[in-house]
């Protein structure tokens, strides 16, 4: 089975109202990444939290990890219709040779106008 | 220009045929990657490089072979390509393990 799986798999919302993404994970983790993909794109880094890390923020962006839960959550706070995309975790297990990134299936983010 | 370019964009080929998919990046890194991304299932690791010298296995390896024929080149060849390896191709390049993944726009692959 997958190591992150994200929840809700979809999610849709006003501009302005913020939106939360969930992952979990199974296994120890060195850290974890979140990352956006516009339809077709590629995947682009938004923000990395490291195991001994408990939040970060980067501008709307807020990403929590409680590793004793083994999850995370994305925050993106008064959202817009260009924040529509979808959105994936990884993770870097700490026991994978050459820290590999296990990525989720995504959340797809639906931002109306 | 894109720090990570894969050709081709687009591919549509009969079962089969044999096919490369190519990337080259600009970035300096040592690792590249290619994963494999299907609807509903989130990227998966076909196969990884750390330098010239060093080619590992991913998740998904079976019916991939990959070449490292420099520092910035790193290609994935499907020997006799099947329909169910229809997909969204992307390579990735880092600088350390466990670190941020750069990414190429992906070359869509069509197995008829």
């Known amino acids: 089975s997958q190591q992150g799986e994200e929840d809700p798999q979809a999610l849709s919302i006003q501009e302005g109202e913020n939106a939360t993404m969930n992952c979990s994970y199974k296994t120890s983790i060195n850290n974890l990444q979140w990352y956006r993909q516009n339809s077709g794109r590629g995947l682009v880094h938004l923000i990395l939290i490291r195991s001994n890390e408990r939040e970060k923020h980067s501008g709307r962006l807020r990403v929590t990890l409680d590793t004793s839960k083994k999850s995370s959550s994305l925050l993106i706070t008064a959202s817009r219709a260009a924040d529509t995309a979808s959105y994936f975790c990884a993770t870097a297990l700490i026991y994978n040779q050459g820290g590999k990134l296990i990525f989720g299936q995504g959340t797809e983010l639906s931002v109306k106008p | 220009d894109a720090d990570v370019t894969q050709t081709p964009r687009n591919r549509i080929t009969k079962t089969g045929k044999r096919i490369m998919l190519e990337c080259s990046q600009t970035k300096g890194h040592d690792r590249m990657y290619w994963y494999r991304q299907d609807p509903g299932l989130g990227l998966r690791l076909i196969y990884y490089?750390?330098?010239?010298?060093?080619?590992n296995k991913g998740e998904i390896s079976d019916g991939y072979s990959v070449s490292r024929q420099a520092q910035a080149k790193f290609s994935l060849s499907l020997e006799s390509a099947i329909p169910n390896q229809t997909a969204l191709y992307f390579c990735a390049t880092s600088t350390q393990g466990a670190g941020e993944l750069f990414f190429g726009e992906g070359s869509r692959l069509t197995v008829l």
């Open positions: 490089s750390f330098d010239v010298k060093d080619i």
